[in-house]
């Protein structure tokens, strides 16, 4: 028979070893909101640093010229400074963003190593976050450009687009904003489709001939969650944002679709 003191430290240490791992688990969960946190503030930063005057001389000559009244003002589209993200990091191709969402980040591009920050900041350090990509197949001049980004379950990155698998929240946000050093151009979503990792679509990445462009078009719609009655025409650029979808780890993958229109 085993002494009641031998059970009693048993039963004790059992209990502190629980006790260590429920503290281990509480600190790894508050080390991952920490370093999420971090990555956000660095977003955020280069965000200010993106929409601020590229030239304050300039800005300031502006500011002091006569006003003009307001039936010959021209209203001027708002375009972010990208020369210094391009300066910062040779990787970084432009910005992308959703308005009136959380997706507002800068757009890397490494087709030596196309998942390079799927996992790294827009510095190169490791973060769970990671930075928007566009795939290593791709071009900026591809009929469809493959856009990445994590699910993250605090709604950054790409974790607000399974909000458009409610139809209502894409008449909120029908439109994705992509800016290069070729300018701004404005793509509508006509398709939003729950698909797995190895779906025919990641596949389709450039059109040989109107039929074919045709028929992947014939496909995102009818594979779409719910019909937004826009269909695209041939020679229109195409842009795919992927993320995971479903069950941690899974295969799944949600996919938004849009046409360049402007």
């Not at 071009?139 to 493959?146: F, G, R, V, Y």
């Not at 229109?236 to 479903?246: D, F, K, N, R, V």
Request: aromatic share 10%; glycine share 8%.
């Amino acid at each position: 028979m085993i002494p009641r003191s031998i059970i009693a430290g048993l039963k004790s240490a059992k209990m502190g070893l629980s006790a260590q791992i429920s503290l281990l688990s509480v600190f790894m969960a508050g080390h991952d909101l920490w370093r999420q946190k971090q990555a956000q503030d660095t977003f955020e930063d280069l965000a200010e640093l993106v929409t601020a005057p590229e030239d304050p001389k300039e800005s300031q000559a502006e500011s002091s010229a006569p006003e003009e009244s307001a039936e010959t003002q021209e209203p001027q589209e708002e375009q972010r400074n990208l020369s210094l993200l391009f300066e910062q990091n040779a990787d970084c191709i432009g910005w992308i963003c959703i308005p009136g969402t959380a997706v507002d980040y800068p757009l890397m591009h490494t087709p030596e190593d196309s998942e390079k920050y799927l996992r790294k900041d827009f510095y190169g350090a490791y973060s769970i976050n990671g930075v928007p990509f566009l795939d290593g197949r791709c071009s900026l001049e591809s009929a469809n450009l493959i856009i990445y980004g994590h699910n993250m379950k605090n709604g950054t990155m790409f974790g607000s687009l399974k909000n458009y698998t409610d139809a209502s929240y894409y008449a909120e946000h029908p439109t994705i904003e992509l800016e290069t050093v070729a300018g701004k151009a404005l793509y509508t979503i006509f398709s939003v489709m729950k698909v797995q990792k190895e779906d025919a679509w990641y596949r389709f990445l450039t059109v040989d001939t109107e039929t074919d462009f045709l028929h992947q078009i014939r496909y995102a719609r009818e594979c779409s969650l719910y019909d937004t009655g826009i269909i695209p025409a041939y020679g229109q650029q195409l842009l795919t944002l992927s993320t995971c979808y479903g069950s941690s780890g899974g295969d799944g993958r949600l996919l938004i679709v849009a046409a360049k229109t402007g």
